[in-house]
């Protein structure tokens, strides 16, 4: 109850509350947004948020990463389904959408998907890292730095 009044208080205006969770950091630093979080049936829906490095560009448009719904069943199969993918460029706008038409896979344990499934089927497991759009672009540019900071494993 309190965490929800504090990520209703903590959003900019006009901006929806979030409770961002931070789920790895490898090309992107992926977020769920546990407050978009919508169970169905043994799974749900949940919004994921993948950051770039600062200064990504396309097109000569800067960007801060790009939004993705995704589909995800807790049963014992594990599958996963990203719907869609939406840019988003510095300062927070989004767009365009552009659905994903891929099929549903099995989440495979060490891959991004598989820690967005861990995440979205045990929500309370998580502490918030970042409650605004501008502070998880903050955390997620300091993972990516930390991340290519780090020695290669072998």
């Known amino acids: 109850m309190i965490l929800t009044l504090l990520s ?22 992926q977020y769920a947004d546990m407050a978009s979080l919508t169970p169905e049936g043994p799974g749900g829906r949940i ?4 950051v770039v490095e600062p200064d990504f ?6 960007y801060w990463g790009g939004w993705s719904w995704w589909r995800f069943d807790c049963g014992p199969d594990g599958q996963v389904d990203r719907l869609d993918f939406a840019a988003v460029r510095e300062g927070g706008a989004e767009g365009p ?3 994903d038409d891929a099929p549903p896979y099995e989440a495979v344990e060490g ?3 598989f820690e ?11 502490d918030t890292d970042a409650t605004t ?7 997620g540019r300091s993972q990516l730095a930390i991340n290519s900071a780090a020695p290669p494993s072998h």
């Open 47 to 50: 919004r994921v948020l993948q």
């Open 8 to 29: 209703l208080l903590a959003a900019g205006p006009g901006e929806p509350p979030h409770r961002f969770v931070f789920l790895g950091a490898g090309r992107f630093a």
């Open 97 to 99: 959408l552009t659905p």
């Open 116 to 126: 967005l499934l861990v995440a979205a089927c045990n929500p309370d497991d998580y």
């Open 57 to 62: 560009r396309a097109a000569g448009a800067r």
């Open 111 to 113: 891959g991004d998907a």
């Open 133 to 139: 759009l501008d502070e998880a672009v903050a955390h």
